[in-house]
């Protein structure tokens, strides 16, 4: 067969038949950086979208082949870019568009840890639902990552939170809603341990002394003043105040008589009282004596594209000049880069996949010569796009394929807060333990991410929170719910230490009504159960009588004046106190404890009575019609069930 020689810039789109340039007849490397001079190919060198789709084989497109930045978001086909596509840690924050990734786009366990930036999920990139508890790494959300009201309930295991998660003085006041604190709350044997000075079971007794050898106490009248309380046997509920201790003989002397003689029963000791004349006033008085009151992108493999993919300009005009002879029957191998004149190659000419990976000399195809659309899935060799491949924003979400991008897709603090679309991230894109105390941004998860009453008793583990996560003073009255101490918690024995200290008040302003003032029974309180309590007043404008002389007393039914002693209406005035046996005084100092004055009497100690009748106020001679009083009553449950109101 022989040969004839090519005139320069004879062979053109023209003189080629459609298909007649396949992979088969073009060396490898033929057209390389070396045969084409500088500045020969140019944008105008590529007919209009020469290079399609259709002309390049698969896997052609490696990381060698591409110069950096030479791919655009309008040089891929949607879904072209697929998880083979990318090498390990290829896409990092400056190449992706704000808002570019969103949940279609990522791939189930996708995003782990190191490919978060630090602050780069902020509330409005997390679906609602999205982080479940094996996303979070040991230790990964601490306090600056959590807005209040944050966390809600569907958001908590059960068992998650234990005493170790809670900071000092973690639990106060504010976070405690009204009424948290309600019975079932409660332990059993609670209250009884916040009662109860001690417990004990007597050897023996008579109906007002208890013989116990337990009673190691080593001083005279130890327990004076204080209250017995019988919790077992045919004495159990009934209640004495205590007048004598002897350590000697270990025996408890109490007044008045029970109505069975002591056997083995069980028994608590209740502490006594003691009284804040502060919380009368509502002014600084002196110091109270001896107490207080309570108070993916399709096939192509990671790592193939690298950033030195491309040459710039590496394709220029003069690399088209032609000075080698072509056979008529070429063989392979047998045409070379000279062969060919100035946009002899068009679209047309390439037959499908015939530009294989080995046809591109490095860096040989920058951004100019690819036609929008024109590299697909299958033009790309897995790993041929590295980090450096890509224009800054060059990838938006209608690029990536679903699934696309999974875990090694990014490099370390890739995807910053920029880069994700609102609730672009979702519970199947996270891998266990994505989520780092460094990945959220203060306050991240705010109170529209949790659900109301989210925290709920079984999102606690056992013993979670200790003294130390409580602040002092956090537990404050709002927050236990009414009747929240309930039956059950009376009836345990344990050793605990009370101050009498439940209040609860009657203000009358007198009209000479019935119940303002009449003469006769003014109820003052209702007394239910047996209760210990004592009764003080305060007035705020000066009383008055309808004639001479009114007088009035506080007691019972039984005994009027069981709490305090008779007195002249109008000699109580205003910003004046009345107490026990006490005339009415304005004296900031009203009353000390005196147990042993008080002892003699045996029914009545530092002005504190066992009482089960109801309380009132009687007047005698004529009406009370004018002036303002309040009656204080302090009171603490002796028997089960028992309790005071304001009548």
């Not at 015939?354 to 100019?368: E, V």
């Not at 009482?611 to 106020?617: G, H, K």
Request: aromatic content about 4%.
């Amino acid at each position: 067969m022989g040969f004839f020689p090519v005139v320069n810039g004879s062979i053109s789109s023209v003189t080629l038949a459609v298909g007649a340039i396949t992979a088969g007849v073009i060396a490898t490397d033929a057209i390389g950086a070396a045969e084409v001079a500088d500045g020969t190919i140019t944008a105008a060198t590529f007919a209009a979208s020469a290079i399609d789709a259709t002309a390049i084989a698969s896997n052609a497109i490696d990381a060698d082949s591409i110069a950096a930045n030479a791919i655009t978001d309008t040089k891929i086909n949607a879904g072209a870019i697929t998880s083979a596509k990318f090498a390990a840690g290829a896409i990092t924050n400056t190449v992706l568009a704000a808002g570019s990734i969103d949940a279609t786009v990522i791939a189930d366990n996708a995003i782990d840890a190191g490919a978060i930036a630090t602050n780069a999920i902020t509330d409005t990139k997390i679906n609602a639902g999205a982080i479940t508890a094996t996303k979070f790494a040991a230790g990964a959300i601490d306090a600056t990552a959590i807005a209040a009201n944050a966390v809600g309930s569907s958001q908590i295991a059960a068992g998650a939170i234990t005493a170790a998660k809670f900071g000092a003085g973690a639990i106060d006041a504010t976070a405690i809603a009204t009424g948290a604190i309600d019975a079932d709350a409660l332990a059993t044997d609670a209250v009884t341990e916040i009662r109860s000075l001690v417990s004990g079971t007597s050897d023996s007794g008579t109906t007002t002394t208890v013989v116990d050898a337990a009673r190691t106490e080593a001083d005279v009248d130890y327990w004076k003043g204080d209250v017995i309380l019988f919790t077992s046997g045919n004495v159990s509920g009934q209640a004495r105040l205590i007048t004598a201790f002897d350590p000697v003989l270990d025996t408890i002397t109490f007044a008045g008589a029970l109505t069975q003689p002591i056997t083995t029963q069980t028994y608590e000791i209740l502490g006594a009282g003691r009284a804040d004349i502060q919380l009368w006033l509502g002014t600084v008085v002196n110091a109270l004596v001896s107490g207080r009151v309570d108070a993916s992108v399709g096939a192509m493999a990671a790592g193939v594209v690298t950033s030195a993919s491309f040459a710039a300009g590496a394709i220029d005009n003069a690399a088209f000049n032609v000075t080698e002879t072509l056979t008529a029957n070429p063989a392979a191998g047998g045409i070379v880069a000279a062969s060919f004149g100035a946009n002899a190659i068009d679209a047309a000419a390439i037959a499908a996949g015939a530009i294989d990976a080995l046809t591109f000399a490095a860096g040989a195809i920058d951004a100019t010569a690819i036609a929008t659309n024109a590299i697909d899935a299958d033009a790309m060799a897995d790993g041929a796009i590295t980090a450096l491949t890509f224009a800054a924003g060059a990838i938006d979400a209608a690029a990536i394929a679903n699934g696309a991008i999974d875990a090694l897709t990014f490099a370390a603090g890739a995807i910053d807060a920029a880069a994700i679309a609102t609730n672009a991230i979702d519970a199947d894109a996270m891998a266990d333990g994505a989520i780092t105390a460094l990945t959220f941004a203060a306050n991240a998860i705010d109170a529209t991410a949790i659900a109301a009453g989210a925290i709920t008793a079984a999102k606690f583990g056992a013993g979670a929170i200790d003294a130390t996560a409580i602040a002092t003073g956090a537990i404050d009255a709002d927050a236990i719910a009414a009747n929240a101490i309930d039956d059950t918690v009376f009836d345990e024995s344990a050793q605990a230490q009370v101050t009498l200290g439940r209040r609860v008040i009657k203000s009358i302003t007198f009209t000479g009504g019935a119940g303002l003032g009449a003469v006769g029974s003014n109820a003052l309180f209702t007394v239910t159960g047996t209760v210990l309590c004592r009764v003080m007043s305060t007035c705020s404008v000066d009383l008055t009588e309808a004639g001479a002389t009114a007088t009035i007393v506080v007691g019972t039914a039984t005994d009027t004046n069981a709490f305090m002693a008779q007195i002249n209406a109008v000699d109580f005035d205003i910003n004046e106190k009345w107490v026990a046996s006490s005339a009415p005084t304005a004296s900031p100092i009203l009353w000390r404890t005196n147990l042993d004055a008080e002892a003699a009497a045996a029914s009545n100690i530092a002005g504190w009575v066992l009482c089960n009748e109801n309380i009132i106020l009687t007047v005698g001679a004529q009406n009370v019609n004018g002036g303002t009083a309040a009656f204080i009553c302090y009171w603490t449950p002796v028997t089960s069930g028992s309790s005071i109101v304001a009548a």
